[in-house]
C-alpha cells in the first residue's frame, strides 16, 4: 500500500517536471519570436482559414449550380375571369406554355382533399400490392387507383377536349427534392399542382442540338443525354451553353400547359402531389402516318442485302434533300459552333443530328458500329468508292422503281410541311433514323449521320 503510494506520489512529481519543461519551452519559442512576428503569424493563419472557407464554399456552390443558359424567360400567367370558362383551345392554338389559374381545377374535390395523409388512408394497395411504407415518387394511371380517384378531379372535360378518345389521366406523388430529367412528350400536356410546389425548366424543341437527346432508337429515347442540374455537363456538352428557357414554380391551384415536343425539367421543392392529362397531338397523328408508310424500297426485288442497303441509303438522301429544301434547312445557325461550311441544308441537317444524338455516345463507345465486330455485317460507310449509288438513280432515271420513290418522297414532303416551325426538325430527325435503319445495320445509323457527305455526293445535280 505504502509502495503504491510513494509510486504515484513519484508519477505525479514526474508530470510537474514535465510540464514545467513544457512552459519553460514555450517561454524561450516566445522569446525567439518577436511581438510583430507573431501578429503576422496571426494574420496568416485567419488568412489560410479565410481561404479554406471561400473554397469550400465556392465549391459547395458550384457543386449545387447547374448549366448556364443565355436567357431565362418567364411563362405568362392568365387568371379565368369563371372557373368554369373554356381555355384548352386557346392555349393549344397559341402554342406557347401558359399557366392558367382559377380554372376548373379549383372546382375537384382532389384540390381540398388530397393530400399526403388523405391519400395515405386510400391507396392501401396499388395494383394489387401494398403501397410501400415511404415511397420517393409514385405515378400511376388514375384509374388503377379506382373510381373515386377519378371522381375526385371532375369536372375535367375542358382537359380532356383537345382529343378525348385518345388522352391518359396521370397522377404524380413526389417527395422533396425528386426530379425528372430534361425529356419531352408528342402530347398536349395539361399539368394541374394540387399539393406543395413544383419547378419546371423549360425548352423549345428547338433547342434539341444544345440538349443532346439520345436517338431515336435508343432505349433511352426523348430523353436529354446533358443533365442541367451537372455544371460539369457544360465541358462534356458544349452545346448547352447555348440554350434558352422557361422557368416556373407551380403553386397548389396552378395549371400548366406544355405544347408537344417542349423539353422539361421538373423538381418536387416540397412533397408535391399533381395531376396531368396527356392528349393526342395532330403532330403526333401525322408522324403515326409517317411512319406507317411503306418504303419503296419493298416494291422492288433488289438482288443482294448489299445493293439493297445502298438503295436505302440513297433513298434517306432523297427524303433529306426534297424535305430539307421544302422546309428550307439552313446552311448554318447558332449550334454550328465550328463554322464548319456545308454545301446544302440537309448536310447541315445530318450534321446536327450526328452530333446532337449520336457523337457523344460513340465518342464514349456506348454505340458500337456492327461493320467493327466480329460478325462482319455491312459497313454503314456504303457511299464511299463505289459505283452503286449511281445505278439506284439511274434505276429512277429509267423509270424502273420512279413511281413508288417519287409518290413516297411526297407523301413525306406533305406531312412534314403540316409540322409547326419549332417542332418539325425533332419529328423529322426521328423519322430519319428510322428510314436509315431500314438500310443500313441499326448499330451503322450514327456512322452514316457522320458520313452522310460520302452519300450525298452522288446525288444528282
Known amino acids: 500500500m505504502a509502495s503504491t503510494r510513494k509510486r504515484n506520489k513519484s508519477t505525479r512529481s514526474d508530470k510537474s517536471s514535465i510540464l514545467k519543461g513544457r512552459e519553460e519551452i514555450h517561454e524561450a519559442k516566445s522569446s525567439v519570436i518577436s511581438p510583430e512576428c507573431q501578429i503576422y503569424l496571426t494574420l496568416g493563419g485567419a488568412f489560410l482559414f479565410s481561404c479554406l472557407c471561400t473554397a469550400l464554399i465556392w465549391y ?28 384548352a383551345g386557346a392555349a393549344i392554338k397559341n402554342g406557347e406554355p401558359l399557366i392558367i389559374r382559377n380554372s376548373i381545377i379549383n372546382k375537384w374535390h382532389a384540390r381540398k382533399l388530397w393530400s399526403p395523409r388523405y391519400l395515405r388512408s386510400k391507396l392501401e394497395r396499388l395494383d394489387g400490392n401494398p403501397l410501400p411504407g415511404r415511397y420517393h415518387y409514385l405515378t400511376s394511371d388514375i384509374d388503377q387507383l379506382g373510381e373515386w380517384a377519378f371522381g375526385d378531379v371532375e369536372p375535367i372535360d375542358e382537359l380532356l377536349s383537345p382529343n378525348p378518345s385518345r388522352s391518359s389521366i396521370n397522377v404524380w406523388i413526389g417527395q422533396p427534392n425528386v426530379i425528372a430529367h430534361t425529356h419531352y412528350d408528342g402530347y398536349h400536356n395539361f399539368y394541374a399542382q394540387l399539393y406543395g410546389t413544383k419547378k419546371f425548366t423549360l425548352l423549345r424543341p428547338t433547342q434539341w442540338p444544345g440538349l443532346y437527346p439520345y436517338p431515336f432508337l435508343h432505349p433511352s429515347h426523348a430523353q436529354a443525354q446533358v443533365n442541367l442540374s451537372r455544371l460539369e455537363d457544360a465541358k462534356e456538352f458544349p452545346l448547352s ?15 400548366l400547359y406544355m405544347p408537344p415536343l417542349w423539353f422539361h425539367y421538373v423538381e418536387s421543392l416540397s412533397i408535391s402531389i399533381s395531376v396531368n392529362v396527356w392528349t393526342d397531338s395532330e403532330q403526333s397523328i401525322l408522324m403515326e402516318k409517317a411512319f406507317g408508310l411503306p418504303l419503296p424500297l419493298d416494291q422492288v426485288k433488289w438482288h443482294g442485302e448489299h445493293l439493297r442497303a445502298i438503295a436505302g441509303s440513297m433513298l434517306t438522301v432523297s427524303l433529306v434533300d426534297r424535305v430539307c429544301k421544302a422546309r428550307e434547312c439552313p446552311l448554318t445557325d447558332k449550334y454550328n ?25 460513340m465518342k464514349r463507345n456506348e454505340i458500337h458500329s ?27 432515271s429509267q423509270n424502273l422503281y420512279k413511281a413508288p420513290v417519287e409518290e413516297y418522297l411526297t407523301k413525306i414532303t406533305r406531312l412534314m410541311m403540316k409540322l409547326p416551325r419549332d417542332s418539325w426538325e425533332l419529328w423529322f430527325g426521328n423519322y430519319v433514323e428510322f428510314v436509315a435503319a431500314q438500310s443500313v445495320d441499326l448499330l451503322d445509323v450514327g456512322l452514316f449521320l457522320k458520313h452522310y457527305d460520302s452519300c450525298s455526293m452522288h446525288f444528282p445535280k
Open 370 to 396: 456492327s461493320f467493327s465486330s466480329k460478325n462482319g455485317r455491312r459497313n454503314s460507310l456504303l457511299c464511299e468508292n463505289s459505283a452503286l449509288p449511281s445505278l439506284f438513280f439511274q434505276g429512277i
Open 60 to 87: 459547395v456552390f458550384l457543386r449545387e449550380r447547374g448549366i448556364e443558359y443565355t436567357t431565362i424567360h418567364t411563362v405568362p400567367v392568365i387568371s379565368l375571369p369563371d372557373q368554369e370558362a373554356p381555355f
Open 337 to 361: 459552333i465550328n463554322e464548319t461550311e456545308f454545301k446544302n441544308g440537309g448536310q447541315y441537317f445530318m450534321f446536327k443530328l450526328w452530333q446532337g444524338r449520336y457523337s457523344k455516345l
Open 241 to 255: 451553353s447555348r440554350l434558352e428557357v422557361y422557368e416556373v414554380t407551380l403553386e397548389p391551384g396552378d395549371l
